[in-house]
């Protein structure tokens, strides 16, 4: 049973534009969720997270959206640059857990 | 600063033989540990975390094992590769719960 779903395996788009990428999550008691970035043959490296008492985190270009009715949320990078191209993990993790629980991943490619 | 040093960074092994991956963290005491397994066309999963020396919990039923020897060394183990334990192997660690996860560079396993 997967509980935290990235639907969409890759995502195009062009350089300045705005990139969204999506996720949706089952456990309705997961309190806490993250975004990862990971280029080729290297670990993943952390980009923004969000508590599920918030609905909007904001970074520099990166935003996470947090619908909790919705078990939904989203992460907009704002322009898209080139150097942004590489797969975008959505994680989240219950309260009092260790273990964080991952979706499969967005391919995203930003076309100068 | 905290650091997680991961090695091999490549290795190739033939079916049976057995497998041995370090993963130690410095600059921090006491952290949880994990082992993570991002397999071709897949997502993150989850194979053992340990949040102290000699507790391991595992995930997944598989013929792979960890152990945690020191506070910050965590050891992935096999005593008979299957070609189906192909994947790149990611060591992390975290504070605590609800944190966030820091990843080693990962190994790129190939067992032919």
């Known amino acids: 049973d997967q509980q935290v779903k990235q639907n969409s395996p890759s995502l195009s788009v062009q350089e300045g534009r705005i990139s969204i990428l999506n996720c949706d999550y089952t456990?309705?008691?997961?309190?806490?969720f993250l975004w990862y970035k990971k280029y080729p043959a290297e670990g993943p490296t952390f980009l923004i997270s969000?508590?599920?008492?918030?609905d909007k985190n904001e970074d520099g270009r990166f935003t996470v959206f947090l619908n909790k009715s919705a078990k939904h949320l989203s992460l907009h990078i704002v322009p898209s640059q080139p150097g942004d191209s590489a797969v975008y993990f959505c994680a989240a993790s219950q309260g009092g857990s260790e273990k964080l629980v991952f979706g499969k991943g967005t391919k995203l490619t930003v076309n100068p | 600063s905290q650091t997680i040093h991961q090695w091999p960074a490549t290795l190739v092994q033939p079916v049976g033989s057995p497998l041995s991956l370090e993963c130690t963290v410095e600059?921090?005491?006491?952290?949880?540990l994990y082992w993570y397994r991002q397999a071709a066309g897949r997502g993150l999963q989850l194979l053992f975390y340990s949040v102290g020396i000699g507790q391991i919990s595992s995930e997944v039923p598989q013929n792979l094992s960890a152990s945690r020897p020191q506070d910050r060394q965590f050891i992935l183990s096999s005593k008979k590769l299957l070609l189906s334990d192909s994947g790149f192997y990611l060591c992390?660690?975290?504070?605590?719960?609800?944190?966030?996860?820091?990843f080693g560079s990962g190994t790129q396993l190939s067992v032919l």
């Open positions: 969000i508590s599920s008492i918030k």
């Open positions: 456990n309705s008691m997961f309190d806490y």
């Open positions: 992390a660690w975290s504070w605590g719960v609800n944190e966030k996860l820091f």
């Open positions: 600059g921090t005491s006491n952290p949880n």
